[in-house]
Structure formats: structure tokens, C-alpha cells
């Protein structure tokens, strides 16, 4: 079955240390690979995405994730948080010639000052 | 990109009504998606809008409850019938761009907030 999982669902940090958003999928093919951002009372807005090539890949507002095939995996990086960077984060799988995502179940991000 | 307007952002609403939620894009787009996120969950998508045709809707729901319009390019309705406390979600639009299509690189509106009491 395809599915994502983000096995944390809340996580603290302080700001300026760094971060690192768990993502896990099961996906019958090629996966493409994305990480969505959304602030309260936002929509969700298209962080990084992997399609192929580098399996790290860079996104907007420092944030970088690595694909491991392997391991199934395609984890959200940053160096240092910010504390705007406080929103809910979801991973999402989808594949080649598909429109649909399967997104998890989401991440909740707290930065405390 | 696509800036997606929609309205309204949020409401309340009374058991038993029905509410259309619209979503405007400032460009054409073939695919227009809708998806709910309930509360404490993720996105679910409900259903498929393409011009022209009639939507394609996800197991689970039917044009009966969720009754989708998309009369043109940039814009799509969608309906939340015969409410009850269990649609208070928040109803998201979606598209995917000319540039990036059937690779599920999606943007989203703000979404539309519904409670239903």
C-alpha cells in the first residue's frame, strides 16, 4: 500500500538549534518526494520537492532534504531554526504521470525563543 | 507558480445546509484538486476537476455530498451538502501548473474553514 509516515507528531526546539523532520514512505514506483509547509491559518506551501539526481535537495528558507532509497526515507533538514519557522510541515509521495499526493499525517513545529 | 483565491475563509454553518466554496486561479490550469483536512489530520483529497468534464472523486466520496463545478480554466465550486458536525474541516484548492503537470507538484489556496454546528 502507498502511504507516508511521519512518525513525529509535535516537536519542540529552540531557536537557532537545528532540526530534523522525520519522513518515511511505501510507494509502489519511482517516488517524487515533497515537503509542504503550512502556517495557522495558511494553505500549504511547496517547501522542496525531489523528482531524481542529487539526493540532496535544497528548498526555500534553508531548508534541505535528503532522499535514501534504502531507507525509505526523505527527511527535512535545517541548521537553524528560526522562530517563524513554527507551522505544521507534511511530507507528501506521489509518482511519474500521477496527480495524486499521499501526504502524512504532518509534523507540528514549536520554536521556543 | 499560482496564486489560488478562495472563498469564503471560514464560516459557520447550521446542520442541514450546504455551502459552495469557490477557488479562483490567476492563470489557466488543466487540473484543479480539492482536499479536506480535518482537524488534527492531513489532507485527504476528495476529488478531481477538470474542465469539461465531469470530476473524478476519491473512494469514499460521492457528487451527491461534494458537488464539484468547473465551468472554465481558472475557476471550480465546491459544494459541502446536507452539513453535519463531522464536515468541519478545512476544504482546500489546489492546482497543478501548465509547467509542472503529472509530477504532483501542487499549490494550494488559503482554505475554507468550516464549522459545522
Known amino acids: 500500500a502507498q502511504s507516508v509516515t511521519q512518525p513525529d507528531i509535535h516537536i519542540t526546539v529552540s531557536e537557532g538549534a537545528s532540526l530534523e523532520l522525520r519522513c518515511n514512505y511505501s510507494?509502489?514506483?519511482?517516488?517524487?518526494l515533497f515537503w509542504y509547509v503550512q502556517s495557522p491559518g495558511q494553505g500549504l506551501q511547496l517547501l522542496l520537492k525531489?523528482?531524481?539526481?542529487?539526493?540532496l535537495v535544497q528548498g526555500i528558507k534553508g531548508f534541505e532534504a535528503e532522499f535514501k532509497r534504502s531507507q525509505s526515507s526523505f527527511n527535512l533538514r535545517k541548521p537553524s531554526v528560526h522562530w517563524s519557522d513554527a507551522a505544521e510541515y507534511f511530507c507528501?509521495?506521489?509518482?511519474?504521470?500521477?496527480?495524486?499526493?499521499?501526504f502524512g499525517t504532518g509534523t507540528r513545529l514549536q520554536v521556543f525563543p | 507558480s499560482a496564486v489560488i483565491s478562495q472563498k469564503p475563509s471560514r464560516d459557520i454553518c447550521q446542520r442541514g445546509t450546504s455551502l459552495t466554496i469557490q477557488c479562483q486561479v490567476d492563470?489557466?490550469?488543466?487540473?484543479m484538486f480539492w482536499y479536506r483536512q480535518q482537524p488534527g489530520q492531513s489532507l485527504t483529497l476528495i476529488a478531481t476537476?477538470?474542465?469539461?468534464?465531469?470530476?473524478?472523486?476519491e473512494s469514499g466520496f460521492v457528487i451527491d455530498k461534494f458537488p464539484i463545478s468547473r465551468p472554465n480554466l481558472t475557476f471550480s465550486t465546491l459544494t459541502v451538502s446536507n452539513m453535519s458536525p463531522e464536515d468541519s474541516s478545512i476544504y482546500l484548492c489546489?492546482?497543478?501548473?501548465?509547467?509542472?503537470?503529472?509530477?504532483?507538484?501542487?499549490?494550494f489556496g488559503e482554505g475554507s474553514r468550516l464549522t459545522v454546528l
Open positions: 489546489s492546482v497543478e501548473t501548465a509547467v509542472q503537470t503529472n509530477t504532483g507538484e501542487l499549490f
Open positions: 510507494y509502489g514506483a519511482t517516488p517524487y
Open positions: 525531489y523528482f531524481s539526481g542529487d539526493t
Open positions: 507528501a509521495v506521489g509518482g511519474y504521470n500521477t496527480d495524486k499526493l499521499i
Open positions: 492563470s489557466q490550469v488543466t487540473m
Open positions: 476537476a477538470n474542465q469539461g468534464s465531469e470530476a473524478t472523486y
